[in-house]
């Protein structure tokens, strides 16, 4: 069974930054792609980074593009994801999400089979 953990989330204030972690327990980590998602109360859950398997390719979504860094350490089995210059609405709990093997970057979430349990972020005006 593969298990993520992130970490990292916490209450900011609008252009701070925060740094989240996500621990991956799987022999199969150095594989697969990683993606990170965000919900918010009341919307769909939504992309917001991915990167390969060995880093090489990022992709983010254009509302975080310049402000986020997606990052991983395939030493430690783990992804992370700086965010800079926070707004209001980067507020929503963040998932990361393990690619399925034999996918690359993806911004669908059916293209990742295990998730985090999420962490809150909150950004305030």
């Known amino acids: 069974q593969v298990h993520a953990v992130e970490s990292g989330g916490g209450l900011v204030q609008a252009g701070d930054s925060l740094r989240l972690s996500c621990a991956v327990s799987t022999r199969t980590f150095t594989t697969r792609a990683m993606g990170w998602f965000r919900q918010a109360p009341g919307k769909e859950r939504e992309f917001v980074a991915a990167?390969?398997?060995?880093?090489?390719?990022?992709h983010y979504a254009d509302s975080v593009k310049g402000r986020f860094t997606v990052s991983r350490d395939n030493a430690k089995n783990t992804v992370y994801l700086q965010m800079n210059s926070l707004k209001p609405e980067d507020t929503a709990v963040y998932y990361c999400a393990v690619g399925m093997v034999g996918y690359g970057l993806a911004i669908t979430p059916t293209a990742y089979d295990y998730w985090g349990q999420g962490t809150q972020v909150t950004v305030s005006s």
């Open positions: 990167i390969t398997w060995n880093g090489d390719s990022t």
